[in-house]
Nanobody, 129 residues
Framework: DVQLQASGGGLVQAGGSLRLSCAAS????????ITWFRQAPGKEREGVSC????????YYADSAKGRFTISSDNAKNTVYLQMNSLKPEDTAVYHC??????????????????????WGKGTQVTVSS
C-alpha cells in the first residue's frame, strides 16, 4: 500500500522547535517532490516548503525562510521539516504530499495541490504565546 505518514506535531511555546517527519511507504520519496502544506482554521492552505531529490531543489515560503529547514533521508524514505523559532502564527495542521511537480512552482495554487499523487494525514502543531 502507498502511504504517507506525517508525525512530530505537538504543543510548544513560542520560540521553541519541532521536527516533523513525513514517512513514505509503497513508493520512493527520492522520485517525487515532497511538499509540506499547512492550514489553520479560517485561513487558506499554504505551501510551506518542498524538496525534490531529483534535482536538489528546495523551496520555502516567506513565512518559513530562515526558521524552517527541509531535508530528505532517502535511506529512511522520509522527509523532515525542522521548525525553529516557532511563532503562534505557525499554529496549523501540517501535512505532506508527494507529486511530480517542480518544487515550489505555484505551490499555493489548487493545480499544484491537486496535482499531488499522494497525501498524508495531518499533524497538529500548536504554538502558545
Amino acid at each position: 500500500d502507498v502511504q504517507l505518514q506525517a508525525s512530530g506535531g505537538g504543543l510548544v511555546q513560542a520560540g521553541g522547535s519541532l521536527r516533523l517527519s513525513c514517512a513514505a511507504s509503497g513508493f520512493t520519496v527520492a522520485d517525487y517532490t515532497i511538499t509540506w502544506f499547512r492550514q489553520a482554521p479560517g485561513k487558506e492552505r499554504e505551501g510551506v516548503s518542498c524538496i525534490s531529490s531529483r534535482d536538489g531543489s528546495t523551496y520555502y515560503a516567506d513565512s518559513a525562510k530562515g526558521r524552517f529547514t527541509i531535508s530528505s533521508d532517502n535511506a529512511k524514505n522520509t522527509v523532515y521539516l525542522q521548525m525553529n523559532s516557532l511563532k503562534p502564527e505557525d499554529t496549523a495542521v501540517y501535512h505532506c504530499a508527494a507529486g511530480p511537480t517542480a518544487c515550489g512552482v505555484g505551490v499555493d495554487s489548487d493545480a499544484y495541490y491537486y496535482g499531488m499523487d499522494y497525501w498524508g494525514k495531518g499533524t497538529q502543531v500548536t504554538v502558545s504565546s
